[in-house]
């Protein structure tokens, strides 16, 4: 058990905290520091380091400086566990060619940072009022199905589009990431992998760790054909230049982006809400699986409260450092480690969820740190980030189909046609094209028409 000072709560009670509706928790205060996920989140600081190769290729940000931004991303994360939100936090994933095709439509420099400030800025006014004013609910369920599964596919489209159009990341080491990729989804998905976890305890330990093995293994193996340059090892600590970062890259240093920056960034952010927005139902669903097995500690989950703090992550970051990915509500894979040990484990070896799901984020960001981590994974960014992004075209695909399942051919044919548009035109064509099809084959007028006229009857 984690050792910590603070009072042990009773069977099936909510762990301890101070300061109220706040519920502030502090480690070896209110919850004890669970090693085991600080050792799985420096493992998986491989996952984070990818969006350095997109944040050069985009913003033209520095290694050294993207790195910075991520660090910071990653302690900004633990505003959740921190005040009350048990969720393992993380980017708005899916989108990130959205939000590529979005910039890449800007010049490079300044208007594209001024672009990218715009876009998070309206995703956290959106989090903000839909936290404030518990909107979440009402605007997806006005959002037709048709719509949010075109969404999902769009961005899968995009996600698969990215990695193998010309210049894609696949083809700058092809053998190291398609053998990393095909390492990946075997673990990850195939009805072979299944029964192997389940016979195997170490063929279980080692599916726990999501893309960090495939990473591994695709990367010593690209060292071994020469596909990957090998790693010059620093052996300092990684600095955060906070200064520099915001002299060079905040809205202080390129000033307010113009009106029509945000004009045209709305049906993206609008799009990355409706995206994310999935992610705290998953979350929901997972904790609330997880309270069904751990009956010691009640888990409370407040899509307003995760809302609030991630429109928080948003605006921070957009002032003061614009972040590429955005800032989500969830990290699933990560989510799903911490919950997988939590719920395999009594309150003898687990006392509490909050010790887990901080520590993977304290082992993650102190690993981000540590020169020698870093420089020897760096040459490998663009296969950590590729993985991701074909696990999660694979998982958007899936999850805009099933959402389809119980769905007329109509709203398939039309999500098809969102997804696409979306993936190769950007979100406002999507979203635009996605509304029109609504409107003239799926809503109909006529019977809307008969129930106005008989209404006008009832009332004389």
Known sequence: MAFYFGKRRGDGAEQHSALGPLKVRLPFIHYGMEFPDWVQGAILCVVPMGITAIMMDVLGIPFELAIAFVIINNFLYLLHTSF????????ITAGIPLYVGFLTGFPEGPERIQALIALQLLVAIIFLLMGLFKG???IVRKVPVSLKAGILLGAGFASIFGEFAEGGRVWTMPITILSGAAFAFFMMFSKTAAPLRQRYGIFRYIAQFGIAVPFAVAYIFGLLIGEVQKPEISWSLVPVPIGEIISNYSIFAVGFPPLDFFVKALPLALAAYIIAFGDILVVSSLLKSAEKVRKDEKITFSPGRNSLIVSIRNFIESIFMPYLPLSGPQWTGGQALVLNRYMNSSRKQVDSYWGG???????????LMIGPIVTLFKPGVAIGMSLTMLIQGYLCGYLGMEILKEESNLQRGIAIIIGAVLATKGAAWGLGVGIVLWLILEKNWVNKMEENVQEDEEVS
């Open 84 to 91: 009350g939100d048990p969720s393992v936090a993380g980017w």
């Open 136 to 138: 979440a609910d009402i």
């Open 357 to 367: 799901a901080t520590g993977i984020f304290w082992g993650m960001s102190i690993a």
